[in-house]
Every structure is written in structure tokens, then in C-alpha cells.
């Protein structure tokens, strides 16, 4: 269903737009984090890193993905708040050939640097073969990643959080279905769980893109939109293009602090691969809320209402702070439970390990969720009214001091350096988005530009 943002108490909007997406990034997590468990439980703890491993490699692809969402989105977003139909589906079919185009380049990339980019990372050799395995299959299906991804910035964009739900529900339960056939029935191994992300995100994309051209059709039908637009394409590039640099670099830290933490033994390089899914769950919990606040805020800036944008943030941020600290009480009274979730239990020795590195994550990185929510909340409006250099200014900020204090604390105090750089990396580029956010500047720029 389409709907219009720019109507109605921000609150009740902001609710009832998030709930779906936020239902959608649980189930998406759910069949992430059944990739860990049955490969952490049912193969053995080298397959558990092995994913892990895998998927520092493939945040990079979708660093680009999720990046151009992001442009797509508030673009699709302008147009569609001004009520210029044509142009927003225009931006629409602009969008689908451009990441259609992107995926094919990717595709070939990924086969030549994913062994590459294993070795750059100190990747153990009796972890590489089936991180290799892993990650030849996924490439394969990154046509579907960005598909999936331009398809859900539309309908986003168009104030529909409901129609990706359904289908990314069915794709996940269907996924996890599928991955205790092929490891724990065919033994299939890592590359079981590969090939039921591979079917289940297929699946997810074409029945989002059949849903997208149908919508396109009904919507509007006596507006036609033109097949491709150079001039959105290059207006979707300028706002795409800052996220994209974004997420990669932030991909790309990852690689390198994954190299850190490669010099580590195993138990702590699987305690840190279940430790960091536990945190991109919470991470891609409250940017859903952030992602609907941009979605809001670039709708409502398209329409010219401009004093509407104060009431979506403090909706965004209530809702957001609820969530992590949600998240951040469960993991601190059930931590064990938490931390095991992935592990075979049949091991004492990795269970010792993975429980006690793990404990420190919680204990340290946890209480830092307030501060990691705030940005979000804050780029979300960023994004939405287009003010990709602030928003990646405190983004940078964030990857550079991580990077860095990876490096000096891991080498200084050990294993717990890794934990302290992530919490201590949050804190001043949630205090840059959210001064980003309130002081206006974007607000001014806007104006100006509508004069």
C-alpha cells in the first residue's frame, strides 16, 4: 500500500511505517543468524568462522547495495512527496536497469578478488577453503541481493514497509528450512548453508520486482514513465555515490580490523563472529528506524514541509533507544545463552573461550547502543534531506577511529582492545550526526534551492 508521509501526527506514521520493516529486519536477521548457528552447531567451529570470515567479504558487496538504497529511496522520495508522478517512476525503472547494470559488474569482480581479499584478512588456511566455497556461491546470487534492494528503496520510498515484509518472511522461514536439509540432512556443509541463501534470496527478489512493475502499472496508470532517465540517474548518483563510499569504507574496515583479529586463536575468531552478528542485529534494527525516518523526512522536505521533519526524529528516536535498550537488557542477563547460541556445546574448551570473550562484548560494547542509536536517528534525516556530507563525515569519523583504536588497544590490552574500539567509535560521531541534525544547515540549503 502507498502511502503518504506528509499527512498526518508523525508518531503514529513513523509506528505504524517502522513495525513492518522492523519485523522484516528480525526475520532477515533470523535467517543470517541461522547461517551461523547450524554451521556453528552442526559442522564444526572452523565452519562457524568460516562464515564469519565470508561475511566481512560479502558487507563489501553489500556495502553497495544498501548504498545505492539509500539514494534510490530519497530520490524516489522527493519526487513522490512533490506529487511529479512521472518522475517518480521514472525513477523507479531508472533505478531497477542502473542496479541490474551494477550486480553484473560485481558479479565478475567478486569471482577475481574474494580468494584476494581472504588472504589479505590472515585468513587461517583450515578456514579459507570453505570461506571460499562459502562465498563463490553468493556472488553468483548478487544479482538477487540488488535487486532485492532497489525494490524495497522503492516501495520505502512510497511509503510501503509492508509488501517486503511479507515476502522477505516467507524467504526467511523458507531459508532456514532449507539450511538444516542441506548441512544437517544432505551434510552438505558450508556450502548447504550458501545455496539456501542463494534459493531463498532469489526467491525474495523476484517476487519483489513482479510486485514493484505491478504496483508501477496500477499506480497512476494514465502517468507514463520514461524506461531510463540519465538526468535522475546522475541526480540518484550524487546522493548514492556518498553512501556507497560510505559503506564500503566501513566494509573495508571491517576487512581490516577482521585481519586483527585474525592474529587471534580461533575460539576468539568465532567468539568475535558471533559477537559482531549479535551486534548487526541491534545496528540493522535501529537504522530500519532510521531508514523510516529518512523515508519521512525526505517525503515531507519534497513536499515543502519542512516543519514537520522535528516530530519524525524525536518519534524515530524513541522508538530506536526503546529497541536497543531492549536488546541491550537481554544480552546483559542471558549472556551465556546469548554467546552459545552459535557454538557446539560438545566442546568445553570452545564454549570457556567464546562465553568469556563474548561476556566482555556485552559488558562493554552493550551500554554504548544509546549513543550508536542517536546517530542513526540523525543520518536518517541527513539522508533524507540529501545532506550526504555531513552524513558521511560522521560515518568516516566512526570507521577511522575504530580502524585506528583496533589496532593500538588490541596491541596494548589484548582481545578486549577489539570491544573497546567499537564502543569508543561511536562516541563522537553520534555527537557530530546528531549537531548535523539540529543546527539547520541542511535546512538553509534547502530553502535555497527552492527559491
Same mark, same amino acid.
Given at each position: ?30 535467517y ?26 560479502t ?9 545505492s ?11 513522490f ?12 525503472y ?46 553468483y546470487?548478487?544479482?538477487?541481493l ?7 528503496g522503492?516501495?520505502?520510498?512510497l511509503?510501503d ?7 522477505? $518472511?516467507? /524467504? #526467511?522461514? =523458507?531459508?532456514?528450512?532449507?539450511d !538444516? ?5 544432505? *551434510?552438505? %556443509?558450508?556450502s ?80 568475535y ?6 551486534n ?11 531508514n $523510516?525516518? /529518512? #523515508?519521512? =523526512?525526505?517525503?515531507?522536505?519534497? !513536499? ?5 521533519? *522535528?516530530? %519524525? ?6 522508538i ?15 549472556p551465556e ?15 570457556r ?44 569519523t566512526?570507521?577511522f ?25 561511536w ?8 549537531i ?16
Amino acid at each position: 500500500m502507498i502511502t503518504d508521509l506528509t499527512k498526518g501526527k508523525p508518531s503514529k506514521l513513523i509506528i505504524r511505517f517502522t513495525l513492518p520493516m522492523l519485523a522484516s529486519v528480525i526475520f532477515q536477521q533470523m535467517y543470517t543468524l541461522a547461517d551461523f548457528i547450524i554451521a556453528g552447531k552442526f559442522v564444526d567451529i572452523n565452519a562457524l568462522a568460516a562464515v564469519g570470515v565470508s561475511g566481512m567479504v560479502t558487507f563489501l558487496f553489500m556495502a553497495f547495495a544498501t548504498g545505492s538504497n539509500i539514494g534510490i529511496s530519497v530520490v524516489i522520495s522527493h519526487h513522490f512527496g512533490a506529487g511529479d508522478y512521472e518522475k517518480t517512476k521514472t525513477a523507479v525503472y531508472t533505478s531497477l536497469i542502473s542496479m541490474a547494470a551494477l550486480a553484473a559488474v560485481f558479479t565478475v569482480a567478486g569471482v577475481l578478488v574474494s580468494s584476494p581479499l581472504l588472504d589479505a584478512m590472515n585468513t587461517d588456511a583450515s578456514i579459507k577453503a570453505p570461506a571460499l566455497e562459502y562465498l563463490n556461491i553468493y556472488i553468483y546470487g548478487l544479482i538477487f541481493l540488488f535487486t532485492y534492494n532497489t525494490c524495497t528503496g522503492a516501495f520505502s520510498a512510497l511509503g510501503d514497509s509492508t509488501t517486503p515484509f511479507i515476502f522477505l $518472511a516467507i /524467504s #526467511s522461514v =523458507s531459508n532456514i528450512i532449507l539450511d !538444516a536439509l542441506f548441512v544437517i540432512k544432505l *551434510k552438505m %556443509g558450508v556450502s548447504g548453508v550458501a545455496w539456501a541463501t542463494f534459493i531463498c534470496q532469489g526467491f525474495a527478489s523476484v517476487a519483489a520486482l513482479a510486485a514493484l512493475l505491478i504496483r508501477m502499472r496500477r499506480f497512476e496508470p494514465t502517468v507514463r514513465g520514461k524506461p531510463f532517465s540519465l538526468t535522475i540517474f546522475l541526480e540518484t548518483a550524487r546522493l548514492a555515490v556518498p553512501s556507497i563510499l560510505q559503506q564500503s569504507f566501513v566494509s573495508v574496515g571491517n576487512i581490516l580490523i577482521m585481519a586483527k583479529v585474525n592474529t587471534f586463536e580461533n575460539d576468539f575468531v568465532a567468539a568475535y563472529s558471533s559477537c559482531i552478528k549479535l551486534n548487526t542485529f541491534v545496528i540493522n534494527c535501529c537504522m530500519t528506524v532510521g531508514n $523510516a525516518v /529518512s #523515508s519521512y =523526512s525526505a517525503q515531507n522536505i519534497g !513536499a515543502g514541509r519542512l516543519d514537520r521533519i *522535528k516530530g %519524525g526524529f524525536r518519534s524515530g528516536l524513541a522508538i530506536g533507544e526503546a529497541v536497543s535498550l531492549f536488546v541491550m537488557t537481554v544480552f546483559m542477563i542471558f549472556p551465556e545463552p546469548v554467546i552459545t547460541l552459535f557454538l557446539d556445546t560438545s566442546s568445553p574448551e570452545v564454549i570457556r573461550g567464546a562465553v568469556t570473550a563474548g561476556t566482555h562484548f556485552i559488558r562493554i560494547v552493550t551500554p554504548f547502543y544509546v549513543l550508536m542509536t542517536l546517530k542513526i536517528i540523525s543520518d536518517g534525516v541527513l539522508r533524507g534531506a540529501g545532506a550526504m556530507l555531513e552524513f558521511t563525515a560522521g560515518t568516516f569519523t566512526s570507521l577511522f577511529l575504530r580502524v585506528l583504536l583496533s589496532y593500538v588497544l588490541a596491541s596494548a590490552i589484548g582481545e578486549n582492545g577489539i570491544w573497546w574500539a567499537i564502543s569508543i567509535g561511536w562516541v563522537i560521531p553520534s555527537a557530530m550526526s546528531y549537531i548535523f541534525c539540529k543546527t539547520g544547515t541542511w535546512k538553509r540549503k534547502i530553502k535555497e534551492k527552492s527559491r
